[in-house]
């Protein structure tokens, strides 16, 4: 019975062993499957939760069991690089700052249309002669249509040719900016009465503009001595009476020219070139002379330039002004010759900053301020320098004139 006993009971501990063991390899399985999960779990984990997890210590510890792959996945997860290169496709937007250059070059053409003046309408090609008989006032009227359209352009009176041209108005305000005037050839004024009537007091004109410039090397001609001959001491532009100083030794104006129609001219001698109303004007390199009256007139102008320019008249013709300047602003006159019958320059009433120098001034009345006051009427002048000038053959050398009226209505200040 003993012997049955510990028979039985080794039989039992070898069960009991045998039951263990196989227990014992199940968890270790079963375990071992966790294991598998949880790396699964990590390593979809780390999918997800892309490169922030990179080079992490617990990828590290678990490297064995097989992840060789696994780290390939970062690296080709890593091509996030190619993310990156959307930068480098974002560098292409640099591409249109390069087409910006493309770009400029197109805005030089209006430059150069305003700096330039590209633009040209030659009198010639709207019908004007240019043989000094025939009427060019209407092609002249026509070409300045033309240019009076296209900002910058320039309207060309050619050289080598004299054009006859009665009185005309070049006018604004719906012409464009910084128009030329380019004179090289002759405009001569006509002297016969009937192209004078209708009591006219400008010869040409120019109103209401931006920028025009008259330049060149041609020559305005007003031919005024027929108008000198018939009216001789009147009508004097500054209001002011005046004496025929005959400073070229003769006792009477010179008569070169002849009435066309044997008849006097009107009583009102106009201006030969006048500027009313515009802003920046410009008159440069050209001549003026011979005018009925005054040469060259700015009313109501501001921002003139007056340079290189020739003023040309006898010594004893009545009222021609060389410069005459009323309510204008911001004038510039100098390298300039002046030589007239009366005032070289003339500033009336309504001037402000005006600076004179380099001028060469005679014969001629010298350079003045008025006359001013006339009638008790209010008159203001300010800022006025003149320097560097040259009087000669003068009556006088820089004045104010003004009429004998209450002082308080007279207003001269900042003279130089």
């Not at 003045?368 to 006051?373: D, E, Q, R, V």
Request: hydrophobic content about 30%.
């Amino acid at each position: 019975m003993s012997g049955f006993s510990l028979r039985g009971f080794t039989y039992m501990l070898l069960i009991a062993f045998l039951i263990w063991s196989s227990n014992f390899e199940c968890c270790i399985a079963r375990r071992g499957k966790h294991l598998r999960q949880s790396r699964t779990f990590s390593s979809s984990l780390f999918k997800k939760k892309g490169k922030s997890y990179n080079g992490n210590s617990h990828n590290k510890n678990h490297h064995s069991g097989g992840s060789n792959s696994k780290p390939k996945s970062p690296p080709h997860k890593s091509t996030p690089p190619l993310p990156k290169s959307p930068p480098s496709h974002k560098s292409v937007p640099s591409s249109p700052p390069i087409s910006k250059p493309k770009y400029s070059p197109s805005i030089p053409p209006p430059k150069a249309n305003n700096g330039v003046h590209s633009t040209f309408f030659n009198v010639l090609d709207y019908g004007a002669k240019g043989d000094g008989n025939t009427d060019d006032t209407k092609a002249f009227q026509a070409t300045w249509a033309a240019t009076c359209k296209v900002e910058a352009s320039t309207m060309v009176i050619p050289a080598n040719y004299i054009f006859y041209v009665g009185p005309i108005s070049f006018s604004g305000p719906y012409c464009k900016a910084n128009i030329v005037f380019q004179l090289d050839g002759t405009i001569i004024a006509p002297t016969n009465p009937n192209a004078w009537s209708g009591v006219t007091l400008q010869w040409l004109e120019f109103t209401k503009l931006e920028g025009i410039t008259i330049q060149g090397n041609g020559v305005i001609d007003g031919r005024g001595s027929v108008w000198w001959q018939d009216f001789p001491y009147d009508n004097p532009i500054d209001d002011e009476e005046k004496l025929i100083v005959p400073l070229n030794q003769t006792q009477k104006p010179p008569m070169p020219v002849q009435n066309e129609m044997g008849r006097k001219m009107p009583s009102n001698k106009p201006t030969a070139l006048r500027f009313y109303g515009s802003y920046g004007p410009t008159v440069t390199g050209i001549t003026i002379q011979n005018s009925p009256q005054c040469h060259l007139k700015f009313d109501n102008c501001n921002g003139v330039l007056v340079h290189d320019v020739s003023i040309s008249s006898p010594g004893d013709s009545p009222n021609t002004d060389g410069i005459h300047l009323q309510n204008s602003k911001d004038v510039l006159i100098h390298s300039s010759k002046l030589a007239c019958g009366d005032d070289c320059i003339s500033i009336q009433t309504g001037c402000s900053n005006v600076y004179v120098h380099n001028v060469n001034c005679g014969p001629g009345h010298g350079i003045s301020i008025g006359s001013l006051g006339k009638d008790n009427t209010r008159a203001c002048v300010s800022n006025i320098t003149v320097r560097d000038v040259n009087i000669h053959d003068s009556m006088n050398g820089v004045r104010i004139k003004t009429w004998q009226v209450n002082s308080f209505n007279t207003m001269v200040t900042t003279l130089s």
